[in-house]
């Protein structure tokens, strides 16, 4: 704002005329308004995806002409912790963690139980992932009086992956880049409609975990 105000009082000198000068301020302040409105977002920082959850979800919303369906940032009751995506699809029910790591530093496996970035261990990633997709398959099968199996994963972002698909401690790990086929590879097990039951289940059970 004291940008624009500036804007006006240098034009109207230029000018010499302070009415003219008042008139290309407020023209500016106007202009200064829009400008901020449009590039500045009114959502906090804290609530807004990740920039790795905004790939994983333009991935996912393909999907949705093949009859999956999916909920974003979902909490676990009781916790602070969240599934990024949960799919519910004709192959079966995926939690979905999107990562973004830092590019330079290698991604490595130990014995199919470790998982290294760089020096990190990221076990307790896969930890933390493979609870989730546990307690979102617990919630949803009380729901619906029958057993539903959630798979867990771990979609990374940034750093090459020298794999295509690997399961370490019981969540499969690869590139962000294959999320689709992942899900779409496997057999079809589940109708239209249990599709549907399922996605309805975990809408409820699951909360959001930025409610509007």
């Known amino acids: 704002m004291l940008i624009a105000l500036g804007v006006g009082v240098v034009t109207g000198v230029l000018l010499a005329s302070w009415r003219i000068g008042v008139t290309f301020a407020i023209i500016a302040a106007v202009a200064d308004t829009v400008y901020r409105a449009r590039t500045v977002s009114s959502i906090p920082a804290w609530r807004r995806a ?4 905004r790939r994983t979800e333009g991935q996912l919303k393909k999907l949705e002409r093949s009859g999956y ?5 979902r909490a676990i009751p009781g916790s602070e ?3 990024d995506h949960l799919v519910v699809g ?4 995926y939690a979905v963690d999107s990562e973004k790591w830092d590019r330079r530093l290698p991604v490595r496996v130990q014995s199919h139980r470790k998982l ?3 020096p990190f261990n990221r076990k307790p990633r896969l930890d933390e992932a493979r609870w989730e997709a546990s307690q979102a398959s617990d919630l949803i099968s009380k729901a619906l009086g029958r057993e539903v199996t ?6 990374i972002y940034g750093p090459a992956i020298p794999w295509r698909i690997l399961n370490i401690r019981e969540v499969d790990v690869f590139s962000g880049s294959m999320v689709r086929k992942w899900i779409t590879k496997r ?3 589940l109708t239209t409609a249990e599709v549907e039951s399922i996605y309805r289940a975990a809408d409820r059970v699951l909360p959001p975990r930025y409610p509007e």
């Open 116 to 118: 290294f970035h760089g």
């Open 69 to 73: 369906r999916t909920l974003h940032a």
């Open 90 to 93: 004709p192959t079966g029910v």
């Open 81 to 83: 912790a969240q599934i």
């Open 150 to 155: 959630v798979v867990p994963s771990l979609a």
């Open 50 to 53: 990740s920039a790795a959850e």
């Open 187 to 189: 057999e079809r097990s």
